[in-house]
């Protein structure tokens, strides 16, 4: 049995009618508590499950609300969150209602963890402007919303497959301005369901695109403990080591290789977890191409076409019951 509490919210997984049961009379002894049926609505989040077992997650309701309060309901959408060109200009004119642009970061924050990865990459880049906003800033947020405009219906299909496997990428843009501190992008597949996805700056800067790629994976085996341990709660065998998709030769052969070079040895030493990752047989690093990384969504801009396809690839669909 597996209880998720959000202050009184509470799901409760389990295998049997049985184990409901007990629960329930047992909680009922101690709180006063209302049973709700199947989850249908968690915490802003509408739940379906479909004749397979499949679930899809949408919050096309939080999408209306923050529409119809921002005066955005007949603006016309736009099929990438953020324009590939945002960051690039000058800063311009500060926006003055500071108040105002944070209450939109906060609630585009919200779906961008629960239900929209699309829009991941987005929000991290504008969630960095929180203290200082620039008109543009403001601009480049109303666009989030003229894309969930366009894609309001769009759900996070949870479809593991036939085989429950872990299925990882990471991935890493280096060097972005202001600060020159890279971008780390991973996501943690459950067969086909996206179990965990992350958009994140780097605490240190990296001195080559290999630093950056290397630093990803280390983001990554902080959370693959994490997926292992949730798996083993759950009684679902995982296969080890677990794969680790990256589009970066260099840092797949500096995880195989144990010779510490000069330019290198910097990074041996901040990420040696990562080397002991692989050295226990935890993950391995595997070769992929940057279009087919699931993870480039999350560290930077895509045009429409590639944007469209990793959507797809993160199981975001548009589905009609």
Request: aromatic share 8%; glycine share 6%.
């Amino acid at each position: 049995m597996v209880v998720l509490v959000f202050v009184d919210d509470l799901i409760v997984l389990v295998d049997s009618n049985q184990q409901l049961h007990w629960f329930q009379e047992t909680a009922s002894k101690l709180f006063t508590i209302k049973h709700l049926g199947p989850v249908s609505y968690y915490l802003g989040v509408e739940i379906s499950r479909k004749a397979d077992g499949c679930f899809e997650l949408c919050q096309s309701n939080k999408v209306k609300a923050l529409l119809a309060r921002y005066g955005m309901e007949e603006a016309s959408s736009v099929q990438t969150p953020m324009a590939t060109g945002y960051g690039k200009e000058p800063e311009g004119e500060v926006f003055q209602n500071v108040q105002l642009y944070q209450s939109l970061i906060g609630s585009l924050l919200h779906l961008a963890c629960w239900s929209r990865p699309d829009i991941s990459y987005a929000v991290h880049i504008l969630c960095q402007k929180n203290a200082e906003p620039h008109h543009k800033d403001w601009v480049a947020a109303k666009r989030v919303l003229r894309y969930l405009s366009g894609t309001i219906e769009r759900k996070l299909s949870l479809n593991v497959g036939e085989k429950p496997e872990l299925r990882t990428y990471a991935d890493a843009s280096w060097g972005d301005r202001p600060k020159a501190k890279s971008t780390t992008g991973i996501g943690i597949f459950l067969g086909d369901a996206l179990l965990l996805w992350k958009a994140t700056k780097q605490t240190l800067v990296a001195c080559s695109t290999c630093e950056a790629e290397y630093g990803a994976i280390n983001e990554f085996v902080l959370n693959i403990e994490w997926a292992i341990q949730l798996m083993k709660d759950l009684n679902i065998p995982i296969n080890l080591p677990v794969t680790v998709y990256s589009d970066n030769s260099a840092a797949k052969e500096l995880t195989e290789n144990q010779a510490a070079r000069g330019r290198s040895k910097h990074i041996l030493i901040r990420y040696q977890n990562v080397r002991e990752a692989v050295t226990r047989n935890l993950i391995k690093i595997t070769k992929c191409t940057s279009e087919k990384n699931a993870a480039d969504i999350f560290t930077k801009c895509l045009n429409v076409n590639e944007h469209v396809k990793v959507v797809q690839y993160l199981g975001l669909l548009c589905t009609v019951d």
